[in-house]
């Protein structure tokens, strides 16, 4: 391989930046040019197959590509290195559903999440009609990289958000004299955590700290790394609910708390107080954060303020005499609904007006299906939304009823955009439903309760035959294949951080539910607990 390379440098920043564009063609004959308006490569007599290759460098790169290894080994070599990395991203997890068009949804899903991802974290794409490569708080990470077997790249989400807490708690403000101000973070934010957002309502969110928190906690669920915990996901969590508790937290004369006026969902009247989804946002704040200073050992009293705070939210949440309400007074259906079980399952799943508010939301969906009012059907990311909770509710037939749904926009790759319809189509490949849509599928299969492993939750009927290999919390992977609709094998693998605790499964069982628990498991072991 011949390289022609131009070189570049960017005067009158803070920091230096320079870096290299260097192309490669394996033509022998090929010869290079660079002026100061391009370069050129030239091909005198090209024959048969010639490979190109262009190599980005410059000076925020840790470990610089090696050009010269890069010439000796030419195409080969690095196809040989890229299949060995897709290699190991797909030999992390396996799912075998006899639907494989949701399959091949779900593997479009990972693999998009993978391509996006930088050395920072996971932004919403990597392309000016992404929000620049921007990233968001209001994401779906964690759960679906984790359960997927991909923790280091959620442990990096993780590490990003609390990499730039500085800036949030710069943001936030100075405290009170009773309150701490806690992290305010950007709605949109890039590598060093300064807002890049144009002005808009949007700068009115205050959910996005809800989720920010969701995605550190559960990577400390998945890993059991109390450093990690220690470190990196408490200091987020607990600075999120303290921004709540100061900037957000209302308690009324009439005896109500509640949530103040804030920007909810975009697509809902703004601003609005006790907002359904912003409100069990706070609650999960408060108690994974009360949650994590138990585990700590540490901020008792203010521990016991978040656990009042949030027993008191959740109490007065909007609601009718039937299901709660995405807005106080607000009648009509939201996606935003859903929040009391995912993103946040805050809500016990036999809470009636849970349940009838998801009913709620899939009878009159059509209406409320996009985040901007366009379109005639759902899309692909609130189907899935709506799928992830009902299968949370273990209603197997609604989730794979909606995950169909939700396959029906996706695109000619299975790819999953935004939205998409004949008439109006907006961001493919958008990170965000990506992620809800993995951990909807995932949900099905395998969800975790404490200490308690559900396998199968939400399998509709008519799948008989499927199997899949997924990570559970406290450093496990559950390996399962059913046959006929029974489970043939069931097998559990521990990792150098599992806690030993003693395991319950939970799966379908012959005209009902079968129960094996595990009294505790070493470390780095695996335990077969049915076998064929």
């Given at each position: 391989?011949?390289?022609?390379?131009?070189?570049?440098?960017?005067?009158?920043?803070?920091?230096?930046?320079?870096?290299?564009?260097?192309?490669?063609?394996?033509?022998?004959?090929?010869?290079?040019?660079?002026?100061?308006?391009?370069?050129?490569?030239?091909?005198?007599?090209?024959?048969?197959?010639?490979?190109?290759?262009?190599?980005?460098?410059?000076?925020?790169?840790?470990?610089?590509?090696?050009?010269?290894?890069?010439?000796?080994?030419?195409?080969?070599?690095?196809?040989?290195?890229?299949?060995?990395?897709?290699?190991?991203?797909?030999?992390?997890?396996?799912?075998?559903?006899?639907?494989?068009?949701?399959?091949?949804?779900?593997?479009?899903?990972?693999?998009?999440?993978?391509?996006?991802?930088?050395?920072?974290?996971?932004?919403?794409?990597?392309?000016?009609?992404?929000?620049?490569?921007?990233?968001?708080?209001?994401?779906?990470?964690?759960?679906?990289?984790?359960?997927?077997?991909?923790?280091?790249?959620?442990?990096?989400?993780?590490?990003?958000?609390?990499?730039?807490?500085?800036?949030?708690?710069?943001?936030?403000?100075?405290?009170?004299?009773?309150?701490?101000?806690?992290?305010?973070?950007?709605?949109?934010?890039?590598?060093?955590?300064?807002?890049?957002?144009?002005?808009?309502?949007?700068?009115?969110?205050?959910?996005?700290?809800?989720?920010?928190?969701?995605?550190?906690?559960?990577?400390?669920?998945?890993?059991?790394?109390?450093?990690?915990?220690?470190?990196?996901?408490?200091?987020?969590?607990?600075?999120?609910?303290?921004?709540?508790?100061?900037?957000?937290?209302?308690?009324?004369?009439?005896?109500?708390?509640?949530?103040?006026?804030?920007?909810?969902?975009?697509?809902?009247?703004?601003?609005?107080?006790?907002?359904?989804?912003?409100?069990?946002?706070?609650?999960?704040?408060?108690?994974?954060?009360?949650?994590?200073?138990?585990?700590?050992?540490?901020?008792?009293?203010?521990?016991?303020?978040?656990?009042?705070?949030?027993?008191?939210?959740?109490?007065?949440?909007?609601?009718?005499?039937?299901?709660?309400?995405?807005?106080?007074?607000?009648?009509?259906?939201?996606?935003?609904?859903?929040?009391?079980?995912?993103?946040?399952?805050?809500?016990?799943?036999?809470?009636?007006?849970?349940?009838?508010?998801?009913?709620?939301?899939?009878?009159?969906?059509?209406?409320?299906?996009?985040?901007?009012?366009?379109?005639?059907?759902?899309?692909?990311?609130?189907?899935?939304?709506?799928?992830?909770s009902q299968a949370i509710l273990g209603d197997g037939d609604g989730a794979y009823r909606n995950m169909k749904r939700a396959t029906a926009s996706v695109g000619h790759f299975n790819e999953i955009f935004e939205i998409n319809e004949p008439a109006y189509r907006s961001c493919p490949w958008c990170s965000s439903p990506q992620g809800t849509y993995v951990e909807s599928v995932n949900n099905m299969l395998l969800q975790c309760e404490g200490d308690t492993i559900l396998v199968a939750p939400a399998v509709p009927k008519e799948w008989k035959d499927f199997s899949f290999r997924l990570r559970a919390h406290d450093d496990m992977e559950v390996?399962?294949?059913?046959?006929?609709?029974?489970?043939?094998?069931?097998?559990?693998?521990?990792?150098?951080?599992?806690?030993?605790?003693?395991?319950?499964?939970?799966?379908?069982?012959?005209?009902?539910?079968?129960?094996?628990?595990?009294?505790?498991?070493?470390?780095?072991?695996?335990?077969?607990?049915?076998?064929?």
């Amino acid at each position: 391989f011949r390289p022609g390379e131009i070189s570049y440098e960017f005067g009158g920043m803070e920091k230096e930046f320079s870096g290299t564009i260097s192309v490669f063609c394996s033509a022998s004959d090929a010869t290079s040019t660079v002026t100061d308006s391009g370069g050129r490569l030239t091909l005198p007599r090209p024959k048969g197959t010639v490979d190109f290759f262009v190599v980005f460098r410059d000076s925020l790169d840790d470990t610089p590509v090696d050009i010269e290894s890069v010439r000796k080994g030419g195409r080969n070599a690095l196809f040989a290195a890229h299949s060995a990395s897709w290699m190991d991203f797909w030999n992390r997890s396996f799912v075998d559903i006899p639907d494989k068009k949701i399959l091949s949804t779900w593997r479009t899903a990972l693999y998009n999440l993978k391509c996006w991802s930088t050395k920072w974290s996971i932004p919403v794409g990597i392309l000016p009609t992404h929000w620049n490569g921007a990233y968001f708080g209001f994401t779906f990470f964690a759960p679906a990289l984790c359960s997927s077997g991909h923790i280091p790249e959620a442990v990096k989400v993780a590490k990003f958000w609390d990499s730039i807490r500085p800036f949030a708690s710069h943001r936030a403000g100075k405290p009170s004299r009773d309150k701490e101000a806690g992290l305010h973070y950007s709605w949109q934010t890039i590598e060093d955590g300064m807002e890049r957002s144009r002005g808009g309502r949007w700068l009115d969110h205050y959910l996005h700290l809800a989720n920010i928190s969701r995605e550190c906690w559960t990577a400390w669920q998945y890993t059991n790394d109390r450093t990690l915990l220690a470190s990196n996901a408490y200091p987020v969590v607990k600075g999120c609910a303290q921004r709540f508790r100061s900037a957000q937290v209302y308690e009324l004369k009439d005896g109500r708390t509640i949530i103040g006026a804030v920007c909810d969902l975009e697509r809902l009247p703004c601003p609005a107080r006790n907002a359904f989804l912003t409100t069990c946002g706070a609650i999960y704040c408060f108690e994974k954060a009360a949650e994590g200073a138990a585990i700590l050992g540490v901020d008792k009293e203010e521990a016991a303020e978040w656990r009042r705070l949030a027993a008191a939210l959740k109490r007065d949440l909007p609601k009718n005499s039937e299901r709660y309400l995405a807005l106080e007074g607000y009648e009509d259906t939201s996606v935003a609904l859903l929040s009391g079980l995912m993103p946040y399952n805050v809500l016990d799943k036999d809470d009636p007006l849970q349940v009838a508010a998801v009913d709620h939301f899939e009878k009159n969906g059509l209406t409320a299906g996009n985040m901007y009012s366009v379109g005639t059907r759902i899309c692909t990311w609130y189907a899935a939304w709506l799928a992830g909770s009902q299968a949370i509710l273990g209603d197997g037939d609604g989730a794979y009823r909606n995950m169909k749904r939700a396959t029906a926009s996706v695109g000619h790759f299975n790819e999953i955009f935004e939205i998409n319809e004949p008439a109006y189509r907006s961001c493919p490949w958008c990170s965000s439903p990506q992620g809800t849509y993995v951990e909807s599928v995932n949900n099905m299969l395998l969800q975790c309760e404490g200490d308690t492993i559900l396998v199968a939750p939400a399998v509709p009927k008519e799948w008989k035959d499927f199997s899949f290999r997924l990570r559970a919390h406290d450093d496990m992977e559950v390996s399962a294949h059913f046959s006929g609709g029974k489970a043939v094998s069931l097998s559990v693998a521990t990792g150098a951080r599992h806690s030993g605790r003693k395991k319950c499964f939970v799966l379908p069982g012959d005209g009902g539910v079968r129960r094996l628990c595990v009294d505790g498991m070493a470390r780095n072991h695996r335990k077969d607990l049915i076998v064929k």
